[in-house]
């Protein structure tokens, strides 16, 4: 495996929800050695409450990747050559766009920390959660332009848009060994 810098390499899977992120990244995790850090929005107390505001993103970006840079130094302790996360700065932008009419701050802290970033395409069925709020396939599908539009300037994304869990873990892994290769 390679490693930029005596780190580990960075890989970010962002999109719209129920695309499979957290599926896909504890599957790539679980193939790659890698350990993963989950999105923690999912778990806070005032995403839970329905409490969110713009100040709450801001505070999100910052505790994710306060996450991400902790485990991804715990992981190049151990020698670990790959780190994952189920969100990033996309996830963050596109709520508060889509909710608050405009991106939250602090999200330029996160811009260049992956070295890949996997786009996950809504083309899976939508399965309820008690935060997720967008069965509508057209409303999914404009956010996802509005993901698209976000990634479309990094060097290395990927769209992940296999109908399976098999076939998007396979492209995941190609999109990896792609830019690695490179």
């Excluded at 495996?1 to 129920?18: H, N, Y």
């Excluded at 989950?38 to 409450?49: F, K, P």
């Excluded at 715990?74 to 994952?84: E, Q, T």
């Excluded at 405009?102 to 970033?117: E, F, K, M």
Aim: proline share 4%; net charge neutral; hydrophobic share 45%.
């Amino acid at each position: 495996m390679v490693q930029l810098d005596m780190r580990p390499f960075r890989i970010a899977i962002t999109g719209v929800e129920s695309t499979g992120k957290s599926t896909l990244a504890l599957a790539l995790g679980s193939k790659l050695n890698a350990p993963v850090v989950e999105e923690l929005a999912r778990t806070d107390a005032d995403v839970l409450a329905d409490r969110v505001n713009l100040e709450t993103l801001s505070r999100l970006s910052a505790e994710q990747l306060a996450a991400c840079n902790s485990v991804e130094k715990f992981a190049a302790r151990k020698g670990a050559a790959v780190i994952i996360t189920d969100t990033d700065d996309s996830v963050l932008a596109v709520w508060g766009k889509a909710v608050f009419g405009q991106i939250p701050n602090g999200l330029d802290a996160w811009y260049g920390w992956a070295d890949l970033t996997l786009l996950c395409y809504p083309n899976l069925p939508w399965q309820p959660d008690a935060l997720r709020s967008s069965p509508d396939l057209a409303e999914r599908l404009k956010l996802h332009d509005a993901y698209l539009k976000r990634v479309a300037h990094r060097n290395r994304w990927t769209l992940i848009d296999g109908a399976s869990k098999a076939e998007r873990l396979d492209q995941a892994v190609r999109a990896f060994h792609a830019c690695i290769s490179h």
